[in-house]
């Protein structure tokens, strides 16, 4: 019990970003002219306004925040190239464009002396899991995806390699999305945490891919759309339910509390939180655990819960793709990369952790893994529950 | 039916209440069929391509289009959305007042178009139920037969509106008139310049019938159904817009 209440206080004091798991992303569009390009850029005014030198320049002026002091930086840290050098930004030429409340558009034009072979991001290095998806619109369109670990891409504009590397760019853009999402790690780690046999793993992660890659499919090409908070709030309840069932609550004294509590917070997520998708969370919930205490075995019923909640899960994924609002020629591409990548961030995880567990449970310690797991994953699903659903 | 059976049943109401509210199918966009080209998926509407080409072909001599006009006629249109689309993209509609004055009227304009057009196909039955409802509106003026007697004052003969008495006498004078009793005489001005005038005859104001007024009714509809749009539009748009005034 112990090692539970310990869980319970480093789950809660972890500083972990429980909002949603929403990468610091910022996005660009190149179109290239006659004699260079025109560059339109979408960032964040939370992340400028936390960058040192725009903030101190800002307090030297002595007035609100201008957007004429965070324009060099963008032009200085943005940057097109040729194999002659760096095209010049020309700062008469920016415009400040209409955006959504919190964000900040621009455009300005760049000199170029030849073909723009290379673009280059340099934009919020501090923030490691900062990443800038663009687009260049040239002979034909280009996706890249700079982070601070890749701040540069080539430019292939001829059809020979590259659609791969556009598909690459979009795969190392799934594998840091689900090894930097909290959640999603949450979810499988509780998943495969109770599994006995490396085939029970097998079933479980199949479960959980097929049913991400159906909605994160669904979701990217249009064919349904999601409501974000709802999908947010219900991924955090899933860590919290699998949580649950791994510390076999349904059979345990006084667990029956436990669920209804839980319950109780789906109701009122769906009364008061404005998300009526947790009525039916709710009744799933209810009638799912009253199901396992009739069950011989709960885990006969884990793939469901693994394919099912896979669903909800491929939704949040497809919000990085659906932000960038690519055209359906690229985001068929775009998709399939990530989804890969999504796939083999996902095995990276279970081909490390699965050893581990198996280390530990030679130890005789899998049942205090399990426990301490559990008591975590509950704390941390509620809490994340809890901020989704009412914050 | 068995337990198990009713909690998977359960089990699969829930997750599909739950889906139900968590993915909602995109609107479908109608398909313009009607269209000779597209700009950014938006289409160019035929009407206006022709409209575009009927202008052409008046400011031409022999009113007739020339070798090429179609093509530049549809370039120009293309030429329109690109520019349009520009300047949305530049929030032009959005910072410059003139634009935004010319927004305003055009769909004030737009909403006065619809109302009129549904205005138009009213039934007979909606006719009378205005009729009724602002009977008021349909009101013969009173009118009456005066006689001078004094100075030359120049007065119509036979029953006069209380304006055209007006023309003739003053404002103060014609009201004094309307006011007296049919026989009955009141002296206007002093001196050599005083002259009386007699009330011969009256006809009290009447509400015409509705077959009289037909006319009148149908055009004072189409005024009413005009402006109860424009101001219909703005209330329910108040009622769901978030409008916070700073002035006390």
């Known amino acids: 019990m112990s090692a539970a209440v310990l869980a319970l206080i480093v789950a809660l004091l972890l500083p972990t970003p429980v909002e949603a798991h929403q990468k610091s992303v910022s996005y660009s569009k190149w179109t290239l002219v006659d004699g260079g390009a025109i560059a339109e850029v979408r960032v964040r005014w939370l992340e400028l306004t936390s960058l040192p030198s725009v903030a101190e320049a800002a307090e030297a002026e002595g007035g609100p925040f201008d957007f004429a002091l965070v324009f060099p930086y963008l032009q200085e840290r943005l940057t097109l190239h040729t194999d002659a050098g760096p095209c010049e930004a020309s700062p008469a030429s920016a415009v400040r464009l209409p955006v959504e409340q919190g964000w900040l558009r621009a455009e300005w034009r760049v000199r170029c002396d030849g073909s723009p072979t290379r673009l280059q991001s340099r934009l919020f290095t501090s923030l490691t899991n900062h990443v800038h998806l663009s687009t260049v619109l040239g002979p034909k369109a280009v996706d890249v995806v700079l982070s601070p670990t890749a701040p540069s891409a080539s430019l292939v504009w001829s059809d020979r390699g590259g659609g791969a590397r556009g598909i690459a760019s979009y795969l190392r853009l799934g594998v840091e999305h689900i090894l930097s999402g909290w959640d999603h790690l949450a979810f499988l780690l509780l998943l495969i945490v109770v599994a006995r046999r490396l085939r029970e793993v097998a079933v479980l992660v199949t479960g959980f891919t097929v049913g991400h890659s159906v909605t994160l499919a669904a979701a990217a090409l249009g064919v349904v759309v999601p409501h974000v908070r709802a999908v947010e709030a219900t991924i955090a309840a899933s860590i919290l339910l699998v949580a649950l069932e791994n510390a076999n609550m349904e059979r345990m004294r006084g667990g029956g509390l436990v669920i209804a509590g839980a319950l109780a917070i789906f109701v009122a997520a769906a009364a008061i939180g404005g998300l009526p998708a947790f009525w039916g969370l709710a009744l799933f919930s209810g009638c799912y655990f009253a199901l396992l205490r009739r069950a011989s075995r709960g885990g006969r019923l884990r793939w469901v819960i693994a394919c099912l909640f896979g669903f909800v899960h491929g939704l949040g994924f497809s919000g990085v793709l659906l932000e960038q609002e690519l055209p359906r020629a690229e985001l068929v591409r775009a998709l399939f990369g990530f989804n890969l990548g999504v796939e083999l961030g996902q095995l990276a995880v279970v081909a490390l952790i699965w050893p581990l567990l198996q280390w530990l449970r030679g130890r005789n310690l899998d049942t205090r893994v399990v426990d301490v797991t559990s008591w975590a994953g509950a704390a941390l699903g509620t809490f994340a529950l809890v901020l989704r659903a009412f914050g | ?248």
Do not use: C
């Not at chain 2, 509400?207 to 424009?230: C, G, K, M, T, W």
């Open chain 2, 1 to 248: 039916m068995s337990r198990p059976w009713l909690l998977a049943g359960g089990m699969l109401a829930g997750a599909a209440l739950a889906v139900f509210y968590m993915v909602r199918v995109p609107d479908a966009v109608a398909p313009t069929e009607d269209a000779v080209a597209w700009v950014n998926g938006r289409p160019i509407a035929r009407e206006s391509y022709e409209n575009a080409l009927a202008a052409v072909a008046n400011d031409r001599k022999t009113g007739t289009l020339l070798d090429g006009d179609r093509e530049r006629v549809l370039d120009r249109l293309i030429d329109q959305e690109l520019l349009i689309d520009r300047a949305i993209e530049l929030g032009l509609h959005e910072r410059d007042p003139q634009i935004r004055n010319q927004l305003a009227t055009a769909m004030i304009d737009f909403l006065v178009r619809r109302a009129e057009d549904e205005a138009r196909a009213a039934t007979e039955a909606e006719l009378r139920a205005f009729y009724d409802a602002e009977r008021f509106r349909f009101e013969r003026s009173a009118q009456y037969r005066i006689a001078v007697e004094g100075p030359a004052v120049p007065m119509p003969t036979g029953f006069l509106l209380e304006k055209e008495i007006e023309q003739s006498i003053g404002p103060t004078a014609a009201r004094k008139v309307t006011e007296l009793e049919v026989g009955q005489v009141m002296i206007i001005g002093e001196g050599d310049r005083a002259y009386q005038v007699r009330l011969l005859e009256r006809r009290n104001g009447e509400i015409a019938s509705f077959e009289e007024a037909r006319d009148v009714v149908e055009a004072a509809y189409l005024r009413h159904r005009s402006e109860s749009a424009v101001r219909e539009f703005l209330e329910l748009a108040r009622q769901r817009t978030d409008v916070v005034s700073e002035l006390d």
